[in-house]
């Protein structure tokens, strides 16, 4: 069977395609559209690319699932919205769940499958629509962990802004079978929290939490700040915590959607965008990521039943932040943990998809050790493209062994191979590449190449023996989803991928899945003594990642790039 996942008319628009519970493409709207995020829109463009890998049309399509529960819209959402502001939201003043109102409408079965029918019509795409399938949000969110992980038993946490009526959701998988084990319902949201002070700090919520993550390891401890966090995000007894909606969602907004005046009024004058930033922003940022790390670890303790569960799978928005899973990931509650690479809303596209095949009778179980199922460009497309844009190149041998000189000495080198990436982070497929040695390199590709703050940290990609040398410990690897200590002794060593707090979030490179890129860090290995590369994403700030040759030439001639490796072609600046 045929199954179509979409993740659509939300954040991070997405599909992804299953054949007979087997993943075939999986790709982000953005990447085609060159829309960062591209909230909103309908992904036509996935969806085209998914039938092409398949080599199907839409009229072979057995079901499309999408990853929200419309049917609740009827009217359990309606009651839900009700209740919730007759307990929480009727004595906030200035704006209250009205707009909620226009999303009931929206979400009902009936809309959505009326847009979905357009969108796939104004797309091109003939014959009758496929059957649609609803699975709820957080749902499709655990199995889009559970299912790749490749376990046969772990316990599921996700951690979202809202799915539905619920913000945060307990599971436990076995076999192929997924368990809810509780939840905890809006307005109590830590999506909402964080998104909230990620918009306080001048940045844009839901696209650039990870900057106020980044920003965190700059602040320092002030009682005044954390007390008054507390107020925002109060842990409860048993394992809970609440988020208080004066504060994000009700009141008055005059410089926000995403936090109220009263915040203003407990924290002090926000940071609007493109203003300095202050000790003081700092410090808010390190309370905030201290008060969400404190949360969630009561929150795992509760999903792992104390730890009798000793594997945890996270999903959802809130499972992105990688200093978090780090604190997770040493905590004495698992011994594995593993986090979807895009767990993000659109990574639902890949968990409601599998999640309906074991409803078929199909067992999607497998284990997912790379994340490029996007596009790939033949060499004869890529030289057609090089010659329409009359760029000097000439056909390597070997570009690895090109890039590792280069890279060798000093040079930043664009590497575009394979599949593309799935998720936020580059792995090796559209990556910038520099020597993570030397100290200089991080405020050069910052200010030279990626235009963005100097203070922001980049990631390794490494060999599994320089991991061993280099982390301090052995858990997860495969996708930066996980902040690693690196020891003292060894920080030295790497200076340009080790953030101020000492961590680093690592991709361990497998040589079956990514042969010539595990090629070019034992190469690099040998000039500059350990194989290990800094990796980020190939694009400016701002852009999404590279998906086609044309958009990684855009990056090369509008940066400071030196070189690009596009598959078997070399291509230098003079």
Known sequence: MLILGLSTFGQNPAACIVRDGRLIAFAEEERFIRIKGAAGRFPNRAIGYCLREAGAKLEDVGAISVG??????????????????????????GRSYGTIWKELIDQHPASIRKRLELGLRMAGHSGPLPRVEFVSHHLAHAASAYYASGWDQAAVLVLDGSGE???????????TTIHERGHIDLPD?????????????????????????????????????????????????????RVDPRYTLLGEHTLHEHFADRMIELLGPPRLAGQPLTDRHRNVAFAAQMRLETVVLELVRHATEGGRIRRLCLAGGVALNCKMNGVVARSPYIDELFVQPASHDGGAAL?????????????????????????????SEVERVLQIAGVRFKRHPAVEEAAAEFIAAGKVVAWFQGRMEVGPRALGGRSILADASRPD?????NARIKFRDPWRPFCPSLTA?????????????????????????????????????????????LPERQPRYHRLLELLGKRIGMAVVLNTSLNVKGEPLACAPTDALRCFYSSGLDAMAMDDFWIEKS
């Open 465 to 509: 023996q320089a991991a061993r040398e280099l982390l301090a410990d052995n858990g997860e690897a495969r996708f930066m989803t996980v902040a690693h200590d690196v020891p003292v002794a060894q920080r030295e060593r790497i200076p340009a991928v080790i953030h101020v707090d000492g961590t680093t979030r690592p991709q361990i490179v």
């Open 351 to 379: 968990g409601e998809a599998l999640w309906l095949a074991s409803q078929q009778g199909e067992v999607p179980r497998f284990r997912l050790d790379h994340a490029q199922w996007g596009p790939a460009y033949t060499a």
């Open 441 to 445: 390199m991080k405020d050069h590709i």
């Open 165 to 175: 009526e619920r913000a945060t959701s307990f599971f436990e998988g076995q076999g």
């Open 189 to 241: 949201s830590l999506g909402w929290f964080y998104a909230a002070v990620t918009a306080y700090l001048g940045f844009v919520p839901y696209e650039e939490e990870g900057f106020t993550m980044g920003l965190a390891a700059l602040g320092r401890p002030d009682a005044e700040i954390e007390d008054k966090i507390s107020l925002l995000l109060a842990s409860v007894p048993g394992g809970g915590y």
């Open 68 to 93: 929200w529960n419309a049917d609740k819209y009827r009217w359990q959402m309606p009651l839900f919205f009700a209740r919730t502001w007759w307990r929480r939201g009727r004595h906030a003043g």
